[in-house]
Structure formats: C-alpha cells, structure tokens
C-alpha cells in the first residue's frame, strides 16, 4: 500500500507536490550556485574588483601588477598567461586577432579622454556636449579598468579600429565565443549602457577568471548583474553610486 503524501496530516493535491518539487529543486540549484561560488573565491577575488563611472580605481585598493603581453602591451600578472593563451588560440583557428591598447596609467587615460573631447569641440561641438559624449565610450581618468591592467582592447588587423564595425570582423566573432574560456568577458555588451556606463565596446575585453566569465557568459548579463547577485555588499556599492 502506498504511503500518501501529506502535510500536517493532509493529503497534498498532486498540484501542491509538483510546486514543491520545483521550489526545493530550484532552491538547491541557487545554493549550490552559491556555494560554489563562494568556495571558488572566498573573499571577493580581486579578479572580480568593480571599476566603472561610479566606482573609480583609487577606492579599490587595486595595484596593477604588470608584465608584458606583447608588443610592449602591458597587463596585470594575474590575466597575461590567459590573455597570450587567447590570442594564440584564436590566431591558430584562423583569425588576425591585434591587441590595440592594454594596460593605461591614469594619464595615459586622461591624454586620451581629453584628446578625444579636444576632436570633438574642433569640429564644433560646444565643451559641454562634448564631455558626454566622450563619457559614454571612454572613461575619465581614475576610473578605467585598463588602469587595472585587467581590461584589453582586441581588434582585427583587417579593420583595425575602435567602432562597431568591429562586431563584424572574423577575431571579433572568435572572441564573443570563445573568451570565456580564459577568463574574459565581453565587458559593454550591446543596450547595457544603464548598467555599466558605456555604449556597446565590441573591442573591450575584461578579465574575471575562468569561473565567473562562464557564468556571466551562460547567463548573458554584465558584470554589475553578476556581482550583485553573487556578492551583495558590492551590489550595495552599484546601487547606492549608480
Ligand atoms: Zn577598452
């Protein structure tokens, strides 16, 4: 004879068993999750360290740790063995993959942001106009994550340029399927300027480990998303700054 289902000692509707069944298996999936998670970085790795608009680099604590990569590129220690492993990688399944900037110190970045708003106001544009538009492709000094030596540009040397015509380059595609797989991520993907400050990058490349790239990869969110589901005090610091 089979023992009834039951709860308090009432028989529960098939309904009410399956709803149970799907909650308590969705609850040990997030957990897992969880664990996992916790397990792979204990603290915050500092892989994972948050840079953007509303988090600038000083407030981190992250000192870059350089090396070269290749040709005079420079990137923090931590990501350079991926990085080269990528670039090999891609080049061997065909494609002409080129680095265009990696590391930055804060003044290179500030040459670059102010030469690029300088552009602008000498065709017109009044200083004003010119600073938010920059804004949304580059950061202001302090607060780029090139300045980390965790972020990379990579470009096709058949259309060697900074744009998203980019999208449509053979190492461009490569990259968008393959990265994850060294630990990067696509860092300012396509309609997330709300979230992480910048129109779509399809250069840009940030490092996050091979763990947390898989994941924001499979889940298709930013890196923002990722953090303030996985570590809430620093979805506290996107939410209280954005
Ligand atoms: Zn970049």
């Keep these: ?135 949304k492709v580059i950061a202001a000094a302090g607060r780029s994550e090139h300045e980390m030596g965790l972020a990379v540009d990579i470009v096709d040397a058949d259309n060697p340029v900074t744009d998203e015509t980019q999208a449509e380059t053979p190492t461009s595609q490569w990259l968008r399927e393959n990265a994850w797989r060294y630990g990067f991520i696509l860092r300012y993907p396509p309609d997330a300027e709300e979230i992480t400050g910048y129109s779509w990058h399809p250069w840009h490349y940030r490092y996050v480990g091979e763990d947390a790239a898989g994941n924001i990869q499979a889940l298709g969110i930013t890196l923002e998303e990722y953090l303030s589901l996985f570590y809430s005090d620093e979805a506290q610091v996107v939410y209280d700054k954005g």
């Design 1 to 135: 004879m089979r023992t009834p289902v039951s709860y308090l000692g009432r028989r529960l509707s098939p309904y009410v068993r399956v709803a149970m069944v799907v909650v308590l298996s969705a609850l040990a999936v997030f957990t897992a999750v969880r664990i996992h998670s916790w397990n792979t970085f204990g603290e915050r790795s500092r892989v994972m360290t948050l840079v953007n608009p509303w988090n600038p680099v000083s407030e981190t604590g992250y000192t870059a740790k350089l090396t070269e990569v290749e040709d005079g590129y420079q990137m923090d220690r931590v990501c350079a063995d991926a990085l080269r492993r990528m670039l090999t990688d891609c080049r061997a399944a065909g494609r002409n993959a080129l680095i265009a900037d990696a590391y930055r110190s804060v003044d290179d970045q500030l040459v670059l942001h102010d030469a690029e708003v300088q552009r602008l106001v000498d065709g017109g544009m009044t200083p004003e106009a010119a600073e938010w538009q920059v804004s």
